[in-house]
């Protein structure tokens, strides 16, 4: 089973910046097409990005696009995503979750995501 742990959520304010870390235990993320997902309450779960094993591939939400980076450290077994100006609506739980590379240009279409590879979610809060 893979294994993913996320990190870095928090309280912030309005246009303030996280970053958040997803880290894989027992397993080389190295191979592995990683996104992060999140779902504020009330709400359906959304594709935020997602970057390919070889990182040369790329999607983000038109939500999130221009202040959300996403990168990885094959090393370091570690996708991060870097948020900044951050807004209230984008709070909800973050999730990373690994999986393999699929067609389509949207975080949904290119992230296809394993069953059982998701993290336990770290909360963004966005408030003032």
């Known amino acids: 089973q893979l294994q993913l742990v996320e990190s870095g959520g928090g309280l912030v304010q309005p246009g303030g910046s996280l970053r958040l870390s997803c880290v894989a235990s027992?397993?080389?993320?190295?191979?592995?097409?990683i996104g992060w997902f999140r779902q504020a309450p009330g709400k359906e779960r959304e594709g935020v990005s997602c970057i390919s094993s070889s990182g040369n591939t790329i999607a983000y939400a038109d939500s999130v696009k221009g202040r959300f980076t996403i990168s990885r450290d094959n090393a370091k077994n570690t996708v991060y995503l870097q948020m900044n100006s951050l807004k209230p609506e984008d709070a909800a739980v973050y999730y990373c979750?690994?999986?393999?590379?699929?067609?389509?240009?949207?975080?949904?279409?290119?992230?296809?995501?394993?069953?059982?590879?998701w993290g336990q979610g770290t909360q963004v809060t966005v408030s003032s």
């Open positions: 979750a690994a999986g393999h590379l699929g067609d389509g240009s949207t975080v949904d279409d290119m992230c296809v995501t394993l069953p059982g590879s």
């Open positions: 027992g397993f080389t993320l190295a191979v592995y097409t």
